[in-house]
C-alpha cells in the first residue's frame, strides 16, 4: 500500500450585482465595471498525488445532474487541467494529479462555474504540490486564464475593473439572500458580447472606469429596497435576445415578490433579490410552483477559494 496525498479545495460561484460593458478593445476583450458578490453554491476540486505527469479529470457521483460529459469537457480543454498545467508552469513542479470536481454552478449559466472550478483546482495543486504561492500570486496565475478566476480566489464582494480581473475587496456588514433560477439550457459568454455589439452598433457606448457608489453602499448596508433599484446589467439586453424566455420568467419572479430580478453575469441564470431569507424561501417555493424549476436560496457572500479537506488517500501499488 502506498499513501498518496489529496486535498479537496472549493470555491464559490458568483452574480453581478452590476456589469457594465464598453465596447470591444482593440484585442477583443471588453472593459467592464462590475460588482461582483460571490454566492454560497460552491465547486469542489480534489486533487490527488500521482507518481507521473499526466492529468486526469472526472466528475464526482454527488455533482449535479446537469453536469455531464456531454456539457462538462473530460479532457485537456476542462479549466481545472489548464489551471492545474498553468500553475505547473508558474512554479516548476513537474508532478501530475488526478483531479475531480463536484459540480454545483450551472454550467455556461453566468455564474463563473469554469471559473471557480479553476480557482479551487490552484489552491488544491497549490496545497498538493507544497508550492507556497499566496492567494495573490495564485490570481496572477489564474488571471491568465479567465478574467473571472482571480474574483473566485478572493470571493466575498468585490469591485473588478479592466476586463473583471482587476479585483478591489469590499467589506460587506450583512448578508443579501437571492433566489436563483436555473435554465435548463446554457448561453455562450463569447456569443452574449458578439450579440450586444450587434445591438449596439449605431450607439456611442464609452468604456467604464468606476461602478456606481450608490450601489456600493445598498450593498455594503444590504439596503434591499436600494439594491433592487440599482441591480444594473448591460449584458441581460443581449441574453434576453438570444432566450426571449428569460424575459418572462424575469416577469413571473417579480410578480411572485422578488425585490428585482436580474440576469447573472451573461446569463441564463437568473437571480432574484429576497427581502430575507424568509422570503428567499417562500418566494423559492412559489417560483418552483409556477414555473415548475428548481430554484435555489443562496446567500452573499461566500467565502473564497479554500482547502476544505486535507488527507491521505491509501491504494494498492
Ligand atoms: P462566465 O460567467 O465565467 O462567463 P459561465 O459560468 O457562463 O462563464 P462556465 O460554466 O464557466 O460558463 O463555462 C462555459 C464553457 O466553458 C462550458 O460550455 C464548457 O464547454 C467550458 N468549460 C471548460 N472547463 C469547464 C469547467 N470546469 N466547468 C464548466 N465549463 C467548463
Known amino acids: 500500500m502506498i499513501g498518496l496525498k489529496s486535498v479537496v479545495a472549493r470555491a464559490p460561484g458568483k452574480i453581478n450585482v452590476s456589469l457594465e460593458v464598453g465596447p470591444p478593445r482593440e484585442d477583443g476583450y471588453h472593459s467592464v465595471a462590475t460588482i461582483y458578490l460571490a454566492v454560497s453554491l460552491f465547486e469542489d476540486v480534489r486533487a490527488s498525488e500521482r507518481m507521473d505527469s499526466e492529468f486526469t479529470i472526472s466528475l464526482h457521483p454527488d455533482s449535479a445532474p446537469f453536469a455531464d460529459p456531454e456539457t462538462f469537457p473530460l479532457g485537456k480543454d476542462n479549466l481545472v487541467v489548464r489551471a492545474a498545467d498553468e500553475l505547473r508552469r508558474y512554479t516548476g513542479v513537474t508532478m501530475g494529479a488526478d483531479l475531480e470536481v463536484t459540480k454545483r454552478v450551472p454550467i455556461a449559466g453566468g455564474m ?186 443562496v446567500s452573499g457572500p461566500a467565502n473564497g477559494a479554500a482547502v476544505v479537506n486535507h488527507h491521505a488517500v491509501f491504494r494498492g501499488n
Open 112 to 297: 463563473g462555474g469554469g471559473s471557480a472550478d479553476a480557482a479551487a483546482a490552484l489552491v488544491a495543486c497549490n496545497a498538493l504540490w507544497d508550492c507556497g504561492l499566496n492567494r495573490e500570486e495564485l490570481a496572477v496565475v489564474g488571471a491568465k486564464l479567465g478574467a473571472d478566476i482571480p474574483f473566485a480566489l478572493f470571493g466575498g464582494a468585490a469591485v473588478g475593473l479592466g476586463i473583471g480581473d482587476q479585483v478591489s475587496p469590499m467589506l460587506l456588514r450583512r448578508s443579501t439572500y437571492w433566489v436563483l433560477v436555473p435554465a435548463s439550457y446554457g448561453l455562450s459568454t463569447p456569443e452574449v458580447y458578439r450579440t450586444l455589439d450587434k445591438l449596439r452598433a449605431d450607439q456611442d457606448v464609452e468604456a467604464p472606469h468606476e461602478v456606481d457608489i450608490d450601489t456600493v453602499q445598498a450593498l455594503v448596508t444590504a439596503d434591499v429596497n436600494a439594491l433592487g433599484l440599482n441591480l444594473r446589467n448591460d449584458m441581460e439586453q443581449a441574453a434576453i435576445h438570444l432566450a426571449p424566455e428569460i424575459d418572462t420568467v424575469i416577469g413571473t419572479g417579480e410578480r411572485l415578490g422578488a425585490v428585482r430580478g436580474i440576469v447573472s453575469g451573461s446569463g441564463p441564470t437568473i437571480a432574484f433579490l429576497a427581502e430575507s431569507k424568509t422570503h428567499a424561501e417562500q418566494l423559492r417555493t412559489l417560483i418552483n410552483e409556477e414555473l415548475d424549476v428548481d430554484a435555489l436560496v
